[in-house]
């Protein structure tokens, strides 16, 4: 799965201002449909207050956070399918994409034109899976074409995999139909793994995203909440954030007013951050911490990479060149306070080639 983050949505929702405010990047931001025609990509940072604790401690010079990619995605629009708006861009892009970050309009304001000039966050969704769920039939159409002629033609290992495929399309094909998406329907490891390979978009990890005007109105209560609805039917998640806000905050530098400012409005961290990790957390990412030369660093890998692994992603010379990682725990560190006495403690390993890298270990690699 790759390992980035689309951001996909109606025209006029707000997914540019929150994309800019995720990144630090300028995307186009304009009160008018498709101001994004051609994706843009930018870098977030992971708030993690463990490496803050950590560099307390190990007192380096600098400091670098673990990052997530994200794709601001031109806007969907009825009838995306067929071709409408912009929708064969939108879709090609949001195929290449491995989550889903759906932003969905929940705030009144009569000087930001709504694409159907209506407020209505279920019939935005409706749209939106409606057309994700036509396209993916496009391919579920195609796909079964060639599993029925590798059926006729191809090896019996084959034939057994077509079969499969084709069992599953006939139980998913019904749900395409009725415009919902695939992660809607309960199936077995098996059978995921069987149309992995056919990339269905309505797969894909799902995260529904309100943009609130002001939080803690009553029409944002309202409208956050038939979203909410919507995601635990599908088994997906939804966060609200106030992407007008996010933008303030961001232009804040001092570290003082900006904690200042989120405490006014009675919040413990700002939206971005629960956006971010719950996206991380749906791309299947982990972090584990180096300490070295000067620098404490949080490093982003895969849920399951061995050590060699963790180790490229630092270096591709040191996955090749891996001997044995020396390993702590986060907690140990904040439990014993220094390295010296987690070896004391005997609570500092040593692992091989085999170790699965587990969230929050500090490790050294000797190559």
Known sequence: ?????????????????????????????????????????????????????????????????????????????????????????????????????????????????????????????????????????????????????????????????AETELAVFDRIRPVLENGKPIRSFDLSYEEKAAIY??????????????????????????????????????GSQAVSICGKFEAELLAIEDPEEKLAFIEELGLKEPGLSSLIHVTYELLGLRTFFSTKNDECRAWTIKAGDTAPKAAGAIHTDFEKGFIKAEVYTFDDIIKYGSEAKIKEAGKYRVEGKEYIVQDGDVIKFNI
Request: glycine content about 6%.
């Open 1 to 161: 799965m790759p390992l980035n983050c689309g951001i996909v949505g109606l025209p006029n929702v707000g997914k540019s201002t929150i994309f800019s405010a995720l990144s630090s990047t300028p995307s186009d931001v304009a009160n008018y449909p498709f101001t994004t025609i051609n994706p843009n990509i930018g870098i977030a940072n992971v708030p993690d207050s463990r490496l803050i604790k950590l560099s307390e401690i190990i007192k380096p010079k600098r400091s670098i956070q673990a990052t997530v990619e994200f794709v601001d995605i031109a806007g969907l629009v009825k009838g995306a399918s067929r071709g409408e708006g912009l929708g064969n861009q939108f879709l090609s892009h949001i195929r290449e994409v491995g989550v889903i970050a759906h932003v969905v309009r929940c705030f009144d304001n009569p000087d930001i034109i709504h694409v159907n000039n209506k407020v209505d966050p279920e019939s935005d969704i409706d749209i939106i899976n409606i057309e994700l769920a036509f396209a993916d039939l496009g391919t579920l159409t195609k796909r079964h074409e060639k599993a029925e002629h590798s059926l006729r033609v191809k090896t019996k290992a084959e034939q057994k995999a």
């Open 197 to 234: 390979d056919c990339h269905f978009i309505t797969a894909k990890p799902l995260l529904y995203v309100c943009n609130v005007d002001e939080p803690g109105t009553r029409a944002a209560n309202t409208y956050v909440e038939s979203v909410q609805k919507i995601a635990v039917m599908e």
